[in-house]
């Protein structure tokens, strides 16, 4: 198991703290990474300071931490992921202290903050002889490359290497923007299939049968199931109602909250339409793009306890409702009919045809054709299809 | 040769369990005792965890004096829907060379993509006791190469319409300011990148207070035409509903509404110079020239026109390392790009095969894997991989399922997620025999590129002895130097001993060099027109959209491109309904791209789609984690 060293390295830095404190409590080990910095005044331009100086290889500073192999995973030279077992080890250790850095109100440009977090750092443990982890945000890549530049830091207060700190890390932004879009296309495509088939042929495809005949709910099923209150295992067990409540959904494009995720600077995917396709049968939507940071997903890495923890807690995001008032707006509907057939009538002109599916308990729902007198119900026209 | 520490056989059950329990209960090894197998120094690559490595590029310069061991691509018959086995076999066959007949060999595979993991296709990490493992890191981020991508193709698609939106709100002057401020002493400088442009618009001088007026705005407006884009976002998952969207209709974008859409990232031009490039230089300079678009004059635009190109580079600097892995019998995989083979160039990376062949030497085998049919995969891996590489293959090996053969003699419609008819699951030599029209095409075309033909009959547990024995004989008469019946699914690499040694033969004994289909140096149509005769087409049609984009690239200098086919891999025709081997057809092209900086022409036949979609029961339903031991469950 291992998880991205933002999320844990808090607790797993302070326990790591406590853990040599408690042990060698009177023969503090020596450092064999740490060293002092010989300094260029004026100061030269980050990335300049960045590459004049030659980092440790990681598993040094593992090993400074009494990290034992088992416990992280190398990516290349300089960086390794700490992996979550650790915690397991370290169960019965102490914790060090606990300091966090925060700022005035900003300007723009910035106050130094990752800065002073990381030069009292190297204070402690250069100059004080001190066992300290500093615990940082990984940084976005919008930024980097937008106008505001990398987060490592800044002049002879540095983490390095600089360009693998702001330029992928280990991935865990990648993996972030990938989870949060899989998300939001398993949506949209719900919204699709519910529209093209009948609960029968839904329900066949969620659960088709084996080469034995023999159907069976996934484990994530039973999620489901349950929140429903049901608790039939056997697929064929269910009822046409049961069917129709497991199979359809039933979301209101409406309510969506989720929206896709890239770490790029890109204000031109702010606000979009998709679905635009043919293929894609006129269920055109507006949404839009955050940058990946700003995904759920990123809460949920940075607040999450565990790997079980974890699991429970990107299973609970709501991506928005279902219909629920699905009555209203069929009444609605109604009225819509009349007026409709009433200026068709007097008017007869500029007609357009509409294909309305509303999906409830009930079946004289199920389909209605309105026909619209389009030039003097256009008001009315977008209420319905948006 | 020093003897491997790493290499081991298989204890084999039967039935075949999933892909995923067989991948689970063999242990693997350290990487760095696979490295240590290749007499890779630990300088040469960076640990990603216990079972992945990043070769670096610079072993190449330390093997540079080493001879090239055997190259081999595999290839197959024109597939069903569900695959024929192409990976599977590639990995069986190493197993076996490695593991059975204790040669050096390195297994060059593509990365999959992600979509089709959670889509309907699962993994592609080979299959039953033919795999590469650990499986779930083989089909998921792997060491990041296609986040890279991804994050650089959409880096370079936020510039364009970036660049558009200033240019349209700002002057001349105003925009040259930006491009070029002064620093704190007052001083203006071009950065690198501008430079590029510079040399393009005919620019010599060095001090930007020195250009004219004129030269400022041909320096600072690219006036992009928006009509002339092609370059779209690209993610690496299934989502139809972004094919195509609609861009910019926030209110502070002011009313710059531009239609365009994602395809999955191994659609990405980036993906292919990727896979073609030979070193970082080179694909710095690829990078640069990739062409987005035109301006209203009708120039192209490049990336590096748009100052991205150094930053697209930097985002792909470590994606240009290939990813070293093993199988399951401990034999050592290089794992680099992915494109896609019916809409992209559908081969692994020019780099990994570069290291492997240097790596395995004198005897040993490179073997790696084309994408979909021998008319799609080994056409491009031939025409324009080897181009590009400079390398020479010496044998090809063709996977064939009687499955698929039964198909092509005119069985029943084959459709992922749909049970088999019966007619495939009995046997039936006529309906085989007729099928071997395919076979014996693909083997004729792919000989005459001067490589031995070895068709490798991949068995599954419906066919007979009748139906494996008439391929066999039909491969023979068609001109195949081989055809071995192979069982490397159920039995790992024991199961494909026979056809190592038949690829070990074909390799000692080539007698032809390398021949390509057609010259870089004819037109555009006359090297579409090679290729749609190998198809078997009597001629090609090119719609009005078409000769227009063939008017223009070649116009701009781009007709020295090889050419590398959008095409349904379901046939040699257009027509995917097309079974076995269709001829007299006119082969329509429906439209030209092309992608500059990968270096290719790229017809499109019919209708291709380069963003797949989701089902309704997509594969995710399935994969899980199991929160107590971290293990991947569910994956196939």
């Given at each position: ?370 026909l619209f007198c389009f030039n003097h119900l256009k008001p009315i026209f977008y209420f319905c299809l948006h | 040769m020093s003897s491997s520490t790493t290499v081991r056989k298989l204890q084999v059950v039967s039935p075949v369990p999933a892909d995923i329990d067989i991948a ?9 005792q696979i490295a240590k197998d290749l007499n890779l120094s630990p300088n040469h690559y960076d640990l990603y965890g216990k079972y992945k490595a990043k070769v670096l590029l610079s072993v190449l310069d330390e093997l540079q004096g080493s001879e090239d061991g055997y190259y ?452 555009i149509k006359e090297k579409i027109e090679a290729i749609a005769k190998s198809y078997g087409a009597s001629g090609v049609e090119y719609s009005e959209q078409a000769e227009k984009q063939i008017e223009m690239y070649s116009k701009q200098g781009f007709s020295g491109l090889p ?74």
């Amino acid at each position: 198991m291992e998880v991205v060293i933002v999320a844990i390295a808090a607790t797993l830095g302070n326990l790591l703290m406590g853990w040599d404190s408690s042990t060698i409590a009177d023969k503090m080990m020596s450092s064999t990474t740490v060293r002092k910095l010989q300094v260029v005044s004026p100061v030269p331009v980050d990335i300049d300071i960045a590459n004049s100086v030659e980092p440790v290889h990681i598993s040094q500073i593992a090993k400074d931490l009494n990290l034992s192999p088992n416990h992280y995973d190398l990516y290349g030279k300089y960086k390794a992921k700490v992996l979550l077992s650790v915690l397991d080890e370290l169960q019965g250790s102490e914790d060090g202290y606990y300091v966090v850095v925060g700022g005035i109100t900003p300007t723009p440009l910035g106050e130094g903050k990752s800065t002073t977090t990381v030069g009292l750092c190297q204070a402690l443990g250069a100059f004080l002889d001190k066992k300290v982890v500093t615990c940082l945000r990984q940084p976005s890549q919008g930024p980097t490359f937008g106008i505001k530049g990398g987060a490592a830091g800044g002049g002879y207060s540095q983490v390095i290497p600089m360009d693998e700190f702001n330029l992928h890390l280990t991935g865990d932004i990648h993996a972030i923007t990938a989870a949060n879009n899989l998300l939001a296309a398993a949506i949209d495509t719900r919204i699709f299939h519910e529209s093209t088939q009948s609960d029968k042929a839904l329900f066949n495809r969620l659960c088709p049968p084996n080469k034995e005949g023999k159907r069976s709910f996934s484990d994530v099923m039973f999620r489901r199931l349950t929140k429903l209150g049901i608790s039939k295992t056997n697929p064929d067990d269910l009822t046409p109602e049961e069917v129709n409540k497991f199979a359809r959904l039933d979301i209101d494009p409406n309510s969506i909250t989720w929206r896709r995720v890239m770490d790029i600077n890109d204000r031109f995917l702010r606000k979009i339409a998709i679905g635009q396709g043919l293929d894609e049968k006129g269920m055109v939507r507006e949404t839009g793009f955050d940058i990946s940071v700003a995904s759920e997903i990123v809460a949920v890495l940075a607040l999450t306890t565990s790997l079980a923890d974890m699991r429970k807690r990107l299973g609970k995001m709501v991506i928005g409702n279902t219909r629920e008032s699905h009555f209203t707006f069929c009444f609605m509907l109604d009225l819509i009919t009349e007026m409709a057939q009433e200026t068709t009538r007097a008017l007869r002109t500029g007609y357009i045809l509409v294909y309305i599916y509303i999906y409830g308990s009930t079946n004289i729902f199920k389909k209605k054709t309105i026909l619209f007198c389009f030039n003097h119900l256009k008001p009315i026209f977008y209420f319905c299809l948006h | 040769m020093s003897s491997s520490t790493t290499v081991r056989k298989l204890q084999v059950v039967s039935p075949v369990p999933a892909d995923i329990d067989i991948a689970n209960s063999v242990e693997p090894v350290h990487i760095s005792q696979i490295a240590k197998d290749l007499n890779l120094s630990p300088n040469h690559y960076d640990l990603y965890g216990k079972y992945k490595a990043k070769v670096l590029l610079s072993v190449l310069d330390e093997l540079q004096g080493s001879e090239d061991g055997y190259y081999v691509v595999v290839g197959g018959i024109t597939p069903t829907p569900l695959g024929e086995g192409k990976s599977t076999t590639t990995v069986g066959l190493c197993q076996a060379l490695g593991a059975f007949l204790d040669k050096k060999v390195v297994t060059c595979l593509r990365q999959p993509s992600q979509g089709p993991t959670f889509g309907i296709k699962g993994g592609a990490a080979g299959g039953g006791y033919s795999q590469v493992i650990p499986m779930d890191e083989f089909n998921l981020h792997l060491t990041g190469d296609i986040h890279a991508i991804t994050a650089a193709n959409n880096l370079l698609a936020a510039a364009i319409d970036t660049r558009i939106f200033h240019e349209s709100t700002q002057s001349d002057k105003a925009l040259f300011n930006r491009l070029c401020p002064p620093n704190k002493e007052g001083k203006r400088s071009f950065s690198d990148v501008m430079f590029r442009r510079l040399t393009k618009l005919g620019i010599s001088k060095t001090n930007p207070d020195d250009l004219t007026p004129e030269e400022v705005n041909k320096f600072a407006r690219l006036d992009i035409d928006p009509n002339s884009i092609t370059w779209r976002r690209v993610m690496d998952i299934n989502d139809r509903f972004l094919r195509k969207i609609a861009i910019g209709q926030g209110p502070d974008e002011k009313g710059m509404v531009r239609e365009t859409g994602f395809d999955i990232s191994v659609a990405s031009e980036i993906m292919a110079v990727l896979a073609l490039t030979t070193s970082l230089a080179d694909m710095r300079e690829r990078l640069g020239k990739m062409v987005i678009g035109n301006s209203k004059s009708g120039d192209p635009v490049t990336a590096d026109d748009l100052g991205v190109g150094g930053a697209l580079t930097v985002l792909m600097k470590d994606a240009i390392h290939p990813t070293l892995m093993q199988t399951l019998e401990g034999t050592p995989v290089l794992v680099h790009a992915g494109p896609f083979a019916n809409i992209a160039h559908g081969n692994s990376s020019i780099v990994a095969d570069k290291i492997a062949l240097k790596l395995v030497g004198p005897g040993g085998f490179v073997v790696t894997e084309a994408g979909f049919g021998a008319d799609i995969g080994a056409e491009k891996f031939m025409n324009i991989k080897c181009r590009y590489s400079g390398l020479t293959p010496q044998c090809a090996i063709i996977v064939a399922t009687i499955r698929a053969l039964k198909m092509h003699g005119g069985g029943p419609a084959v459709v992922a997620g749909r049970p088999l008819d019966h007619a495939y699951l009995t046997e039936n030599v006529a309906l085989v025999e007729a099928g071997c029209v395919n076979m014996a095409r693909h083997i004729s075309n792919t000989k005459s590129y001067g490589v031995n033909v070895v068709v490798a009959i991949n068995k599954f547990s419906t066919d007979t002895e009748a139906e494996l024995n008439a391929v066999r004989s039909a491969a023979l008469a068609a001109g195949a130097y081989d055809a071995v019946i192979c069982t490397h699914h159920a039995n790992g690499g024991k199961g494909a001993v026979d056809l190592g040694i038949a690829v070990q033969k074909a390799c000692e004994n080539v007698t032809q060099p390398l021949k390509f289909l057609y010259p870089v140096d004819l037109s555009i149509k006359e090297k579409i027109e090679a290729i749609a005769k190998s198809y078997g087409a009597s001629g090609v049609e090119y719609s009005e959209q078409a000769e227009k984009q063939i008017e223009m690239y070649s116009k701009q200098g781009f007709s020295g491109l090889p050419i590398c086919m959008a095409k349904t891999q379901y046939s040699f025709s257009d027509n995917a309904a097309a079974k076995g081997a269709p001829s007299g057809f006119v082969l329509p092209i429906r439209d030209v791209r092309a992608s500059i900086g990968a270096g290719f022409i790229y017809p499109l036949v019919g209708t291709m789609s380069t963003m797949p979609g989701l089902p309704t029961r997509p594969c995710f339903y399935d994969i899980d984690l199991d929160t107590t031991t971290g293990k991947v469950i569910g994956l196939s």
